[in-house]
């Protein structure tokens, strides 16, 4: 009974994000991270394959990005950890890596700014077309009259 009090709580506290985790639920339990993958447009962009290693390199987690985001609970305060891409969507070139820092408040940093939600989101672009095609065009590159 008290696990399932506790599942419930959590899931109502994690629907509000603006919720403070105080430092025993941040101690017991780590602190919750969101991984989002993004298109361009800030749509989701699901197939990608991604994983979270810390700062040893050592793999902590891996999954494969759908429409909602992946979240995970045991990162703890003071750690910088990097999502990386193994294998991006078809039609997609893979993202930089992301490295993020989970903040003695509990909150996450990546890219120099603090994120109040703790998400991470990674956004995968479309390879630039090549233009041109160099060749064979039939014309002559001498000036007309």
């Known amino acids: 009974m008290g696990l399932i009090v506790i599942g419930i709580i959590f899931l109502v506290k994690k629907v509000f994000k603006d919720f403070e985790y105080d430092d025993e639920f941040i101690d017991k339990l780590g602190v919750p991270v969101q991984f989002i993958k993004q298109d361009e447009s800030e749509n989701p962009l699901p197939g990608a394959k991604l994983q979270v290693v810390d ?33 991006a969507p078809e039609g997609y070139a893979k993202a930089e890596d992301i490295v993020f820092t989970i903040n003695e408040d509990g909150t996450v940093s990546y890219e120099g700014k603090e994120e109040k939600n703790n998400e991470v989101i990674m956004i995968d672009e479309k390879p630039k077309q090549q233009s041109g095609g160099g060749g064979g065009g039939g014309g002559s590159s001498d000036p007309q009259p």
């Open 55 to 87: 700062e040893a390199g050592n793999f902590m987690y891996e999954w494969e990005s759908t429409e909602e985001p992946f979240v995970e609970i045991r990162f703890r305060v003071g750690q910088s950890y990097t999502m990386q891409e193994i294998e």
